[in-house]
């Protein structure tokens, strides 16, 4: 089945304590793209990708860090999490060829 | 630079009435704009997008160039409308990267 997947789906941490959230897609896509969720905000993106070891900041990307060295992995890395980045993570994926951009279910992360 | 602009976050409508949900972007030309739904605790996903022209659900969106709109519409709301809205134009400057709107959360009331 064709899908984007995000590993952990609830993460509850401290501030300061280093986290990665992965992504993977199955689709052989070149585009990823992570996005935080909240509310009366909607979706801001942090960073992109358009191929293996591109990537872009989008904008929100302060404390957050990605790397992309493989095409089907594109995992978002906080170094020193802070409450503020308490949020709905959701990664994405679309070939180059279309803007249609296909969604993981989401990461729910608390930072206290 | 503002580049969407979904001026409600909430609307409620009744079963069985009409539903529009408004969008307006700030480009020059003619982008390929898409709508995307996330239902209560799912991920989102493609309702629809202007180039194909289809109606999917019973919406449908009409691109409007003079007026820079891309509202969506339904003539009679189902309960199972229910869910957040995102109204999505394209980067214009040559990644593919979709800028989202706020949302707008629309309840059907039965």
């Known amino acids: 089945e064709a899908q984007v997947t995000q590993n952990p789906r609830y993460l509850i941490t401290v501030t300061g304590k280093k986290l990665t959230v992965t992504c993977s897609q199955n689709m052989n896509h070149e585009y990823m793209s992570w996005y935080r969720q909240d509310p009366g905000l909607g979706l801001r993106q942090i960073y992109y990708s358009m191929n293996v070891e591109v990537t872009d900041k989008g904008d929100v990307p302060e404390g957050y860090k990605v790397s992309r060295k493989e095409k089907r992995n594109f995992p978002l890395i906080l170094e020193s999490p802070s409450p503020n980045q308490t949020s709905l993570y959701f990664c994405?994926?679309?070939?180059?060829?279309?803007?249609?951009?296909?969604f993981g279910p989401g990461t729910r992360l608390t930072v206290t | 630079a503002q580049r969407v602009t979904q001026p409600e976050k909430l609307l409620s409508v009744f079963k069985g009435a009409p539903v529009e949900l408004k969008c307006n972007y700030s480009y020059s030309g003619s982008p390929e704009l898409f709508w995307y739904v996330q239902y209560s605790r799912q991920r989102l996903q493609l309702l629809l997008r202007h180039i194909s022209r289809e109606s999917i659900k019973g919406f449908t969106a009409d691109l409007n160039k003079g007026e820079t709109s891309f509202h969506l519409k339904k003539p009679f709301a189902q309960e199972e409308d229910s869910a957040m809205y995102y109204c999505a134009p394209p980067d214009q400057t040559g990644a593919n990267n979709l800028f989202f709107g706020t949302g707008t959360r629309l309840t059907v009331i039965p």
């Open positions: 994405a994926s679309s070939p180059t060829t279309s803007f249609e951009q296909y």
